[in-house]
């Protein structure tokens, strides 16, 4: 598919405290988001209410985006760490 991957600033900031916490962590999300460019609804993604958000768990990694068809483009919302996950 192709689509643009665009970070949110939440995202940004998410993926940042990530790589300053743990590396494999962060090389793992940053994996998980580019896939989304070829694929932005995996079957592990599921829609997040009727929010036209979807939430996609890789682990213990939680990625909160949102696809634009129309302008074909991934926005990535959030980016953390499932609590108490143990990573």
């Avoid at 900031?13 to 995996?42: H, M, N, T």
């Avoid at 768990?57 to 926005?75: C, F, L, P, S, W």
């Amino acid at each position: 598919m192709g689509l643009t991957v665009i970070y949110r600033e939440t995202a940004a900031s998410g993926l940042s405290r990530l790589r300053d916490e743990d590396k494999a962590v962060f090389a793992r999300a940053r994996s998980a988001i580019r896939a989304l460019a070829a694929d932005p609804y995996p079957p592990s993604a599921v829609p997040w209410g009727g929010s036209g958000f979807y939430r996609l768990h890789d682990g213990a990694i939680r990625i909160t985006y949102e696809v634009d068809e129309t302008k074909r483009a991934v926005y990535i919302l959030h980016v953390s760490v499932v609590p108490g996950s143990g990573r």
